[in-house]
C-alpha cells in the first residue's frame, strides 16, 4: 500500500490512467515518486497516499498533490533532481539496503527490555513482511533517501532509510545489445 495512489475515477479518467498503472507523483520542493493507481470511490478532486509516501513527498493532510502519467507531455526529460523520474518508467533493482535509523531502534530496544535485537529478528519482523508482495500491490517503488516506518505484527514500528538501490543493469544491457544488433 505504500507505493499505491487512490485517485477517482473521474481523476483516473482525466489522467488516461487505470488501475495497475505507474504514474509520478510531485509534492512539496519539487520531490516525486512512483505509485501504482488504484481506482476507488471518492471526491473527484481526491487522492490518497500512504503515510510513508507522504511523509518522502513532504505532504501534509490537505496539501495538494500533482499526479503525471509517466512519459506524458507534462513530464520534462531534461529535468533536475526529482523531478527527471518523472520522464521514464522506473528501474527493477537488483538489490536494495534498508538500515533501521538509529533513534527509532533505540527507542525500539528500550521498549522490548533493553536487549539488542540481532539484524537477522530485524529483517525477519519488520523487511520481509514489508517486501512480502500481497493483494493488489504489484510493486513497491524505493529512492534512496527514502524513509519507511515499517511496523511488525505486534504493532512495533520501526524507522528505515534506503541507503542504497542498486539497479538492475543486465536487462538495460541487454536490451540495448538487442537494439544495436
Do not use: W
Request: proline share 2%.
Amino acid at each position: 500500500m505504500d507505493s499505491t495512489v487512490f485517485l477517482s475515477s473521474k481523476k483516473a479518467k482525466e489522467l488516461k490512467v487505470g488501475d495497475g498503472d505507474v504514474v509520478g507523483l510531485v509534492g512539496r520542493r519539487r520531490r516525486a515518486s512512483y505509485a501504482t493507481v488504484s481506482v476507488k470511490k471518492m471526491g473527484s478532486l481526491s487522492c490518497e497516499i500512504s503515510r510513508n509516501l507522504s511523509q518522502n513527498l513532504r505532504i501534509r493532510d490537505g496539501d495538494k498533490v500533482k499526479v503525471v502519467k509517466i512519459g506524458s507531455d507534462d513530464t520534462d526529460a531534461e529535468a533536475t533532481g526529482d523531478m527527471y523520474i518523472l520522464a521514464e518508467s522506473p528501474s527493477t533493482a537488483e538489490s536494495v539496503t534498508l538500515s533501521p535509523i538509529e533513534d527509532s531502534l533505540n527507542d525500539l530496544v528500550a521498549i522490548e527490555g533493553g536487549d539488542d535485537i540481532p539484524d537477522e529478528d530485524i529483517a525477519e519482523r519488520f523487511v520481509t513482511p514489508y517486501l512480502s508482495l500481497d493483494g493488489a500491490e504489484r510493486s513497491i517503488f524505493l529512492k534512496k533517501g527514502h524513509v519507511l516506518t515499517l511496523k511488525d505484527e505486534n504493532g512495533s514500528s520501526l524507522d528505515f532509510i534506503v541507503n542504497n538501490v542498486e539497479l538492475d543493469v543486465g536487462d538495460e544491457e541487454e536490451a540495448e545489445g538487442d537494439g544495436k544488433s
